[in-house]
C-alpha cells in the first residue's frame, strides 16, 4: 500500500528571552503528521466488464415461497432483489442482478425413500416418470422467480445438480459410484432434453428470460451416501468427457429449438480444478480440456455457450496470501484464452480459520454481524480483483440453520436455527445478516455492463489485513462506483488520485459496519476519504 504522508513543516530551535536576573528556554510543540493516504484510480486502465451479482433459491425458497405469509415474503424479497431506497435515501435492499433457480430432481416426490435425510434439500421434479409435465411444481421457487421479476432483476441462470431420479443409475438423486455421472447409459439425451424443456416452458409460463443454464455441479465431488446409507442432499459426480457429452447434446437443442438461453460451464467444486490437475481423475484441468481448440473436449465452437468458465471459491480462502496466489494463478490461466470469462458461482463459509476471523471459528454458528461479513467481502474483493471474476454469486439466499451458508436466517423467535423438518416451514422470523448488506456494496451499486478500473499501488496480501479498495464505472452515466473494505480497528483516510474530475469533488457513502446497513451517509470531500473501523463502504461520484 502506498501511502503519502504530508508533513507540517515545523521550525525547529530554541528562542531564549533574557531577562534582567533569569533566562527560560521556549520548548516548540512536537511536529503534526498526516495520516493521509493516497486513493489511485484510473479510469482508462479498463478491466473486466460486470455481469452481474446474484444468490441461489435452493433450497430454503421453495418452502417459503410455498407456506410463508405474504407480507414476509415480500419483505425477504424486498430485501433480496430491491433497487429502491426509503424517504432518507437508505436502499431498500441489495439489488441482486441475477437470480439463480435450481431445477430439482425429484427427491421431494420420494419423501423419506430418496434417503436424503433432509425434506429442506429435496426438491421437486417437474417431469414424472413416464415423461409428462407438471409445471405447477416447484411452486416456491416460482414464487420468487416472479417476486425477482417484478423487482427488475435482469438476469437468470437455471442450475441442476442431478438428473431426475428415474433417469439415474440407482433412482435416487445421488450417487452410487465414484467419478462418473450418476445416470443410466442411454439417458444422456434424455436428460438434456428435459433440461431444454425447463427451460422453454419456465420461459412461456413465468415470462422471463433464463439467460444462462449451468448443467453441472461440482463434478469433482463424489455425491454419495454415508454409513448410514442417506446422503445429504442431490448431486452427481462427473467426468469432463461425461459434461462434454451433455454440453454438446444442449448446444444442439438450445439451437434447434431458436433459444437463447447459453450454457455456462464449469461449477468447479474448488477453483484449481480449473487450472491444475489435481488428482488425475479427468475431473480437473477445466479450462485447457474445454477451452482449447486442440481438445477433444473443445466446447469453443458449439453454439449456445457462453464464453465463461465457472467456479467456486471454497476451500482456496485460507490464509490470506494463499486466497491471494489461488486467484492469481487462476486469473493468468484465464488470460491464456482471449475473451474468456470468470465467474464466482458459488460460496458459503466452509472453511476454519479460527475465532479471530469468525464467530465460531469456522461455517458452524450463524452470524449476522460484521466479523463474518469482513471475511466474506475480502472474498469478494479478491475474486474480483485478483481473479477478475465479472460475477460473483452467494450459495443459498436463505438458510434455517446454526450455519454460515445464508444472506437472511429463518428462525422461531426462541433458537438460532434448527433442522427438524417443521422448523420455520410455514413461518418464522427472517433475519438479515450484515454479510447480505456488505454483498450489497457491491451488488446494489455496481450493475452489469459497468467496468472494474484500476486502482494503482495495492498490494493484494497486505491489502487483504488492511484497507481493499476497488473501483468501477459506468461509460453511459459516468457513475464512479468505488467499494472499501477497512479490516482496521480504527479508521482510515484518503484522499482520491484520479485522471478526471469529479462532480462537486465529493462522494455519497453507502456504509455497511456494526451500527449501519448499507446507510447513505453525508456527502464526503474527495481530499478526506474517511472509512470507518470494521466497514465496508461504497462511495458514488459522477465523472464530469
Not at 487450472?275 to 486442440?294: A, H, L, M, P
Request: with cysteine; aromatic share 10%.
Amino acid at each position: 500500500m502506498k501511502y503519502r504522508i504530508n508533513i507540517i513543516e515545523i521550525i525547529l530551535g530554541a528562542t531564549f528571552a533574557f531577562a534582567s536576573c533569569a533566562s527560560k528556554l521556549e520548548t516548540p510543540p512536537p511536529p503534526v503528521y498526516s495520516d493521509t493516504r493516497t486513493m489511485t484510480i484510473r479510469l482508462n486502465q479498463e478491466q473486466q466488464t460486470i455481469d452481474g451479482f446474484g444468490a441461489s433459491d435452493a433450497w430454503r425458497c421453495q418452502m417459503v415461497g410455498k407456506y410463508w405469509p405474504e407480507a414476509k415474503k415480500n419483505a425477504i424479497a424486498d430485501l433480496l432483489f430491491s433497487k429502491e431506497v426509503d424517504e432518507k435515501g437508505n436502499p431498500k435492499g441489495i439489488g441482486l442482478s441475477i437470480w439463480r433457480f435450481y431445477l430439482g430432481a425429484g427427491s421431494m416426490e420420494q419423501g423419506p425413500e430418496s434417503d436424503i435425510s433432509d425434506e429442506w434439500r429435496r426438491a421437486e421434479c417437474f417431469q414424472a416418470a413416464d415423461g409428462t409435465y407438471n409445471w405447477q411444481k416447484q411452486e416456491g421457487q416460482r414464487w420468487f422467480l416472479q417476486a425477482a421479476r417484478q423487482r427488475g432483476v435482469e438476469k437468470y441462470l437455471a442450475f441442476t445438480i442431478s438428473a431426475p431420479v428415474h433417469m439415474t443409475l440407482n433412482g435416487k438423486a445421488f450417487s452410487s459410484q465414484k467419478q462418473k455421472m450418476n445416470i443410466k447409459e442411454d439417458m444422456m439425451p434424455a436428460y438434456a432434453d428435459f433440461l431444454v424443456d425447463c427451460i422453454d416452458n419456465l420461459q412461456k409460463n413465468e415470462g422471463i428470460t433464463f439467460n444462462y443454464l449451468s448443467p453441472v455441479n461440482e463434478p469433482q465431488w463424489d455425491w454419495m451416501a454415508g454409513n448410514n446409507g442417506k446422503a445429504s442432499q442431490e448431486g452427481t459426480p462427473a467426468t469432463n468427457e461425461e459434461v462434454y457429452q451433455l454440453t454438446s447434446l444442449l448446444s444442439e437443442r438450445l439451437h434447434n429449438r431458436g433459444l437463447t438461453t447459453k450454457i455456462a460451464l464449469g461449477e468447479a467444486a474448488a477453483i484449481n480444478y480449473l487450472y491444475e490437475n489435481v488428482n488425475g481423475e479427468t475431473r480437473d484441468n477445466q479450462i485447457d480440456e474445454f477451452w482449447k481448440t486442440s481438445s477433444p473436449l473443445s466446447i469453443t465452437s458449439l453454439p449456445n455457450v457462453e464464453n465463461v468458465i465457472t467456479g467456486h471459491s471454497y476451500f482456496s480462502v485460507w490464509p490470506t496470501n494463499d486466497q491471494v496466489q489461488y486467484r492469481q494463478k487462476l486469473n493468468a490461466k484465464v488470460k491464456q484464452y482471449p475473451g474468456l470469462k470468470y465467474w464466482q458461482t458459488e460460496y458459503c463459509v466452509l472453511e476454519n480459520p479460527g475465532e479471530g476471523e469468525i464467530p465460531g471459528g469456522g461455517g458452524g454458528q450463524r452470524d449476522l454481524g460484521m466479523k463474518t461479513a469482513i471475511f466474506v467481502a475480502r472474498i469478494i474483493h479478491n475474486d474480483l480483483a485478483v481473479a477478475n471474476a465479472s460475477s460473483w454469486q452467494w450459495w443459498t439466499s436463505l438458510t434455517r440453520a446454526d450455519y454460515k451458508d445464508g444472506l437472511i436466517y429463518l428462525d422461531d423467535g426462541n433458537s438460532t436455527g434448527s433442522q427438524s423438518p417443521e422448523y420455520c416451514k410455514k413461518d418464522g422470523y427472517a433475519r438479515p445478516s450484515k454479510l447480505m448488506w456488505a454483498l450489497g456494496n457491491y451488488s446494489r451499486f455496481i450493475r452489469p455492463g459497468m467496468k472494474r478500473i484500476e486502482v494503482e499501488n495495492q498490494n493484494p496480501v497486505q491489502a487483504a489485513t488492511d484497507v481493499m479498495i476497488s473501483a468501477y464505472k459506468d461509460a453511459a452515466t459516468k457513475i464512479l462506483v468505488i467499494v472499501a473494505i477497512n479490516t482496521n480497528e480504527n479508521e482510515r483516510t484518503y484522499q482520491l488520485d484520479i485522471d478526471g474530475q469529479i462532480k462537486n469533488q465529493s462522494l455519497i457513502p453507502y456504509i455497511t459496519s456494526e451500527g449501519s446497513n448499507l446507510e447513505k451517509g453525508k456527502e464526503v470531500a474527495v481530499d478526506n476519504i474517511v472509512i470507518p473501523a470494521k466497514s465496508i463502504v461504497t462511495y458514488i461520484g459522477e465523472v464530469e
